[in-house]
């Protein structure tokens, strides 16, 4: 399975995904998610679950990686660029703006791509796809442990693709 992305090129993402685009919540989180293609995945699988992450923050979260963007139950191969935002085909779990450590927005206000925002110097995001061998029994605003909870014994491929975001 190969997972890539128009919004990374070269091992950079492009400024609109984050801080530096033009889209964001009334509480100023950039929206604007990254288009992902998905290739190449195995004949059996059901559905695709993603993670995108920020290890770099850890530091600044006091050991903590930052959560950008949970989904799952997709059922195609291909994510496009601001689709976060509208999509109803598959359900979105939450991201780290929920935290303290983030604005504490709602539930409902951060089950969807909440984009990059290195506040010291340019982070490494890694989105991690995987293919799955069933949908998973989880509703919109589902938490990272339970998503993998559903996922384990039953991720047949993942793939990981990586990019900087200058602050």
Do not use: C
Request: hydrophobic share 35%.
């Amino acid at each position: 399975m190969k997972v890539t992305s128009e919004g990374i090129k070269n091992g950079i993402i492009d400024e609109k995904y984050g801080k530096k685009g033009t889209q964001f919540n009334a509480f100023g989180v950039p929206t604007y998610s990254l288009p992902i293609k998905i290739e190449d995945a195995p004949r059996n699988t059901v559905s695709f679950a993603l993670v995108l992450e920020d290890k770099d923050a850890q530091p600044v979260t006091k050991g903590f990686t930052w959560i950008h963007w949970i989904a799952a139950n997709i059922t195609r191969d291909y994510i496009m660029e601001n689709e976060s935002q509208n999509a109803r085909d598959f359900i979105q779990g939450i991201n780290s703006w929920h935290s303290e450590l983030g604005k504490n927005l709602s539930r409902g206000e951060s089950s969807y791509y909440g984009g990059m925002t290195p506040p010291d110097k340019p982070h490494t995001y890694e989105l991690h796809v995987f293919a799955l061998d069933k949908l998973v029994d989880l509703q919109d605003g589902f938490y990272l442990n339970e998503l993998y909870k559903e996922m384990d014994g039953h991720i047949i491929d993942q793939d990981t693709i990586k990019g900087i975001y200058n602050n």
